[in-house]
C-alpha cells in the first residue's frame, strides 16, 4: 500500500491542477470556436450555422481597423523596442558608471501595470494638460503635440507607451546575453586589432540570435493581447481609430452583446497567436533532436 502511494503520490498531487487547466483553458477555447460557428448574440446559442460569423467579421470596417492597427502596432512596437534594448543592453555592457542607474530607470516600468502606464502616458499626451500644454507655457503658442485626439496619429500614442514599458524587459534580456559571451572570444578579437563595434556586430549579437527570437517572441504576444493599455491610455478612440482586437473583442461581447463575433475575434487572435508561436516550438524541438 505505502509503495503504491508513494508511486501514484505526484499524479495525485498534479490531478487538480491538470483537470482545472483542461476545463478552464482548453475547454473554454472549445466552446469558444464552438460559438464562433453559431447565430449567438446576447445569450450563446449553440445550433451551428456555419461560418456567418466569420463572414460578418472580415465584412467589419471596425475589424479591419483592429486588424491594421494590429500589425502597424506590433511592427513599430517590436521593432523599436528591440533595437533600444539591444542599444540599452551593449551601453551598459560597457560597465559604465552609472550602469546601475540607467539599469534601474528602465527596469522601472516593468512593476507597473499597463492601466497606470496607459494612465500617466494619458495626463503626457493630454493637449490640455501635457507636452502641448507645457510647451505652450514657455511661449510658443503655436507649438501643437494632438495626437492623443487625433484619430490619425492617435494610434502612435499607444507605441510610445508600450515601448517605455517594454523597452527595459527587452534591455535585461539582451545583457543577460552578452554578459554570457565567452570572455575569451572578445579578447582574442581585441588582439588581432578588431574594432568594437565589429567585434559586435559580426561576433556578439549573431551568437544571440536565440534571445533574439525569445524576445520577438514575448513581445508579439503582448502586441497581440494588447488591451489594458489601449483601454486605459485612449479607449479604443477616436471614435475606434485605436482599437485592436482584444478590444473588438472586448466591445462586440460586453458592449454590443454579440457573443458571436466575439467568439470568432477572439479564434482569430488565437490562430495570430498559433502562427508565431508554433515555428518556434518547431524550431527549439527540431535543435534538440538535432
Known amino acids: ?123 503626457i499626451l493630454n493637449p490640455g494638460l501635457g507636452i502641448e500644454a507645457t510647451v505652450r507655457g514657455w511661449g510658443f503658442e503655436s507649438f501643437t503635440f494632438d495626437w492623443l485626439v487625433n484619430p490619425d496619429f492617435a494610434i502612435y500614442t499607444i507605441v510610445l507607451a508600450a515601448i517605455w514599458q517594454s523597452s527595459g524587459f527587452v534591455m535585461a534580456l539582451f545583457l543577460a546575453g552578452l554578459r554570457s559571451v565567452d570572455g575569451e572570444i572578445i579578447k582574442a578579437a581585441q588582439v588581432d586589432g578588431i574594432p568594437t563595434w565589429r567585434i559586435y556586430s559580426a561576433i556578439i549579437i549573431p551568437s544571440m540570435a536565440p534571445i533574439f527570437l525569445s524576445a520577438f517572441i514575448v513581445l508579439s504576444h503582448l502586441a497581440i493581447k494588447s488591451f489594458d493599455l489601449v483601454i486605459a491610455l485612449t479607449g479604443g478612440g477616436p471614435g475606434y481609430a485605436t482599437d485592436l482586437p482584444a478590444t473588438y473583442m472586448y466591445a462586440m461581447a460586453f458592449s454590443r452583446g454579440d457573443i458571436g463575433q466575439a467568439a470568432s475575434s477572439a479564434m482569430i487572435m488565437m490562430l495570430v497567436v498559433f502562427a508565431i508561436v508554433v515555428p518556434y516550438l518547431y524550431s527549439e524541438l527540431r535543435a534538440k533532436n538535432d
Open 1 to 123: 500500500m505505502t509503495k503504491w502511494f508513494e508511486t501514484h503520490l505526484p499524479k495525485m498531487v498534479l490531478a487538480p491542477s491538470f483537470i482545472a487547466v483542461l476545463i478552464f483553458v482548453y475547454g473554454f477555447i472549445a466552446w469558444t470556436a464552438w460559438v464562433s460557428f453559431t447565430r449567438s448574440k446576447l445569450l450563446p446559442r449553440y445550433d451551428l450555422d456555419g461560418v456567418i460569423q466569420y463572414e460578418r467579421l472580415f465584412a467589419s470596417p471596425r475589424w479591419d481597423t483592429a486588424m491594421n492597427n494590429l500589425f502597424l502596432f506590433g511592427a513599430l512596437f517590436i521593432g523599436i523596442a528591440m533595437v533600444l534594448g539591444l542599444a540599452l543592453a551593449i551601453l551598459l555592457d560597457q560597465r559604465i558608471r552609472i550602469e546601475g542607474a540607467i539599469r534601474t530607470i528602465y527596469l522601472y516600468p516593468m512593476a507597473l501595470s499597463m492601466i497606470v502606464t496607459g494612465t500617466a502616458w494619458k495626463w
